[in-house]
């Protein structure tokens, strides 16, 4: 077998996710000293694909150094800077990928989603953009739909609803992208795509996938439309099949807390006085859909105030390093704890000078941060932390209501579920305020909308900010928002969502009885 043949064979390992067996063939060719630049460009490939980022980086930087123009390389080189979170040095492989391949359409599309993960939308639509003129049909879809979402995400709801109406209009079937178009519909300008959505659904060859994808949009339009009966038959459809297509434990969740309360009733922790640093996080807490959206709106419209969303920098640190299992490593913890470094808080610091986040005041509102508020208190130690308090029944109706992605949320789609969560994320909350009373505030989600102004001035006094007017309008705030609060956040603050649940008594009796606040 010549080399070409050999090579073919580790494209088709890799193509057949056979990654070990191409791994081992380039291995193999690579101590028989062949200096080929395609060679270990596909090793590269294989440690990638296996998740050996760092092994995978000195394939490719080799794979370049024999030919410096293979833009294949440099952008594999790129994907494996990105997953270890060298963000820059991954945009400076994408700028060169495209200037030595100018018509390079899988580097314009991966150089786009860098910048969407970079939270620079703008220039995320501008790749985007330019990568529509050179894609073809398989990837146009894909294109028009970043592009949406990404319009959707900073208010441009004409420039997302022109995305979503070219995909309903190419792919009428594909009920994908009816639920991306549902964020943006409105039921009476929208009366085709609602009949046309209603029509799918009753097509009995759906998959259940497809089921879900409609159920909860629909069920949406129609509680827009008052008709709440009828939208409750849809989530309740949408919610039954999301939970036979997800695994969710409660024991797990509930093992979490528990670890976390044992170990942060050491009196101990409560005074250990780590180093600040210039920035400051303010951390703003709560359960999903109790406003969290809405209080960081407020408070980056602050001028001196810069908004992360959910960024999970803080869980994706403590998995590293102290969970396992659900439990938490107490001896590490400790060990950090009292440690004159600050190992935490430096990890944060440097992600944020990667995404080349400028100012010292910052918001965070990762969805797991109510799970973190001991470790804040450690490793952050100049930190706010703002706690969202909502109407219990809202809170879990509007969880209900809502199709997730984020695997954190598979305790969503079963009323006992929902309201087993929310129990126990109370009592966590109760430990919280018991151990820093002082340090917590508690925004009212009520309060709030009936009185925005008083509490919008003191949400930022307790922020140690001057006062800024621009708080209190947030929805001209032009912040990226990622979450399932998009097109709410982007209007003034209002009233109609509160008691909501007054319209799913019966329906929602089930979760409603066991909410213990």
Known sequence: MNLSEKIDKIVNNLNNKEFKTALNSCEKLINSRIENTVIYNLCGQAYQNLGFYEKSIIKFEKSIELNQKNYFAINNLAISLKAIEKLQLS??????????????????INYANLKDHLNEPEEAINL???ALKLSTE??????????????????????????GIQLLNKYPKDTY????????????????????????????????????????????????LENY?????????????????????FNDYLSLNESIKKIFSNPGLNKI????????????????????????????????????????????FIRKNYLKDFRLNEDKILKDSFSNENLFQDYVLNIFNEFRYTLDVLTDKSIQNFLWIGFIKIFFPNSKILVTKRNSKDVCLSIYKNNFINGFMNFAYDQKDIANFYNVYIELIDFWKKIFSKDIYTVNYESLVDDPQQEIKEIINFCDLEWDPSCLNPNKNKSRIKTASITQARKPI?????????????????????LKN
């Open 128 to 130: 985007y953009l330019l």
């Open 229 to 249: 009966e009828k939208a409750f038959k849809y989530y309740e459809k949408g919610n039954l099949l999301k939970k036979s297509q997800i695994s969710y434990n």
């Open 494 to 514: 209002y009233k109609s969502s509160k008691n909501l649940n007054q319209y799913y008594e019966e329906n929602l009796k089930e979760m409603f009885d066991l």
């Open 138 to 163: 398989p990837t146009t879809a894909y294109i028009l739909s970043k592009l949406s979402r990404l319009y959707l995400s900073i208010g441009k709801i004409q420039e997302a609803r022109e995305c």
């Open 177 to 224: 992208y009816y639920e991306l178009f549902s964020e943006m519909a409105e039921p009476q300008k929208d009366e085709k795509y609602f009949l046309d959505m209603e029509n799918l659904y009753n097509n009995e060859n759906l998959k259940n996938g497809e089921i879900i994808n409609l159920s909860f949009p629909l069920g949406l339009m129609n509680e827009k």
């Open 273 to 316: 006085k780590k180093k600040k640093f210039k920035k400051k996080i303010i951390f703003i807490c709560g359960m999903p859909r109790s406003g969290t959206t809405l209080i960081e709106q407020i408070v980056s419209s602050h001028s001196k105030v810069l908004s992360t969303g959910e960024n999970n920098f803080l869980s994706t």
């Open 91 to 108: 945009e400076k492989a994408y700028q060169k990928c495209i200037k030595i391949k100018p018509d390079y359409l899988v580097g314009f």
